[in-house]
């Protein structure tokens, strides 16, 4: 049975809204360069052969219960079963968030955000149902953590 | 061209092409920084639905041929100076290559 | 370090749950669970799809990808049959590659591969399991495609003048997979063996496989 690591390795959440100064100049740096981008009609998503920092090759976020839980249902949506959302739908809801949405989400918080807007605009989901059911979802937690149920 | 549901592709192996320059807004799959730059057709993928209709919820056809074309690195930067012969590949739908004219004193 | 954390151990399968952020829950947490419920509701999804995909999500790891590459460097058919059609080889050893196709790009003494995904995060998931943060980083995908032996000096990775660098964008549905060169003084070793030396960072190509001791 794996051992549980006592090593607290963060969240990618953690990492990104970190207050340490550097931390603060970095995102700053990032959110500049899309914006940058986006006034020249550039996607802030593409950013092939832009100036950026040195890469961060030692932080690596812990994945939450919930982010795997999305890209589980990308996967099962996207898939020939059921062909609901397509791989570019996905990309294309993440590219339309614009520079400060992209760099300040972490990565599976865009995904669900573009698969739930997906939804939405397919009339699969209504706002109604998710606003009403996220409501539950928040009262019947009362503060405690996802342990992963599915 | 196609007909019915044969697709031809258009480019062959080793054909010099260029990339289209254009910046419409939408879901595209060519990268900015390969944009109006000339390679070589490495490989002919296959057919696929075209992204751009598929991120928008139509089903992408007609499919089109993808290519993956090899570009040299001093060809698409500027002042790339590290080695003469490195390269940067790049999966391209046919609709946004165009033929490179032959001319004398192409690159390569 | 280049090969942090739980996906590249030895054995990788981190069953433990990640370190409760004492915040309670997030608003994206909150709503994956309603978006969950919601589709489960209407007969769209079933818990036990969902368990399954994450399981074998979890199962994926890059060792999957060592096996592949050790193989090839003892067995010259199944070499060339992974160069020539990625995909099926990789089905012939039971990893299937769903709606993508693998390519499998050769180092060679003149040319050196490396992967990237500038516009996403594109990843041969299927033989390495879920990328490490870096891949997805703004500065990984921005630098590689410009100066690739700059980012791979930053991962320790030195190259001679004299070899071709390679950078491979997956901007549509190839993915790919670099095939390192087998270290020299690994004559006799066996795959298994042989496996244990290659790991994620050298299948993406910011490394080199490791050297035996």
């Not at chain 2, 590949?89 to 690159?107: I, R």
Request: aromatic fraction near 6%; glycine fraction near 10%.
């Amino acid at each position: 049975m794996q051992q549980v690591s006592s090593i607290a390795v963060p969240t990618e959440n953690q990492i990104l809204r970190a207050g340490t100064g550097a931390r603060a100049v970095e995102l700053s740096r990032r959110l500049q360069s899309g914006s940058q981008q986006m006034e020249k009609g550039r996607g802030v998503h593409d950013m092939g052969g832009l100036e950026a920092g040195p890469i961060d090759r030692e932080s690596q976020h812990a994945f939450e219960w919930w982010e795997k839980r999305v890209d589980a249902m990308l996967v099962l949506l996207s898939g020939k079963d059921r062909q609901l959302i397509t791989v570019d739908e996905l990309r294309r809801g993440i590219e339309e968030l614009g520079p400060g949405a992209y760099e300040n989400l972490s990565y599976y918080e865009r995904w669900i955000h573009s698969i739930t807007h997906a939804l939405l605009e397919k009339g699969i989901l209504s706002s109604d149902e998710l606003g009403r059911k996220m409501a539950e979802v928040e009262s019947r937690a009362d503060g405690a953590p996802d342990r992963g149920e599915i | 061209m196609q007909t019915g549901r044969l697709i031809v592709a258009k480019f062959n192996v080793g054909e010099k092409v260029r990339v289209r320059d254009a910046h419409p807004m939408g879901h595209l799959r060519t990268p900015r920084y390969i944009m109006g730059k000339a390679g070589v057709v490495e490989r002919i993928c296959g057919e696929f639905g075209n992204p751009e209709d598929l991120a928008f919820g139509r089903d992408g056809t007609p499919k089109q041929s993808l290519y993956r074309v090899r570009f040299a690195q001093r060809d698409v930067w500027q002042g790339y100076d590290d080695g003469a012969a490195d390269t940067v590949d790049v999966e391209l739908y046919e609709h946004w290559l165009e033929p490179m004219a032959a001319k004398h004193g192409d690159a390569q | 370090m280049s090969d942090t954390g739980g996906h590249d151990a030895g054995h990788d399968h981190d069953h433990s749950p990640p370190p409760d952020s004492g915040e309670g829950l997030g608003h994206y947490n909150v709503m994956e669970i309603a978006v969950r419920e919601l589709l489960i509701e209407k007969g769209i999804l079933e818990p036990d799809q969902i368990r399954a995909a994450v399981e074998a999500m979890d199962s994926r790891s890059p060792e999957g990808g060592a096996r592949v590459v050790a193989k090839a460097w003892v067995d010259p058919e199944f070499k060339a049959q992974l160069l020539e059609d990625g995909t099926a080889a990789c089905a012939s050893l039971g990893v299937e590659m769903g709606p993508t196709r693998l390519v499998v790009v050769e180092d060679t003494p003149e040319v050196h591969n490396v992967l990237v995904c500038t516009l996403c995060s594109c990843y041969p998931r299927m033989l390495l399991g879920l990328p490490p943060d870096w891949y997805k980083s703004r500065e990984y995908r921005s630098r590689v495609v410009r100066e690739p032996r700059a980012v791979l000096r930053e991962f320790g990775t030195e190259l001679p003048d004299d070899v071709t660098v390679r950078v491979h964008d997956s901007t549509a549905d190839m993915r790919y997979l670099v095939l390192p060169l087998r270290p020299a003084g690994t004559e006799g070793m066996s795959e298994a063996e042989l496996a244990a030396l290659v790991t994620r960072d050298c299948m993406i190509g910011v490394t080199l496989p490791g050297v035996p001791a």
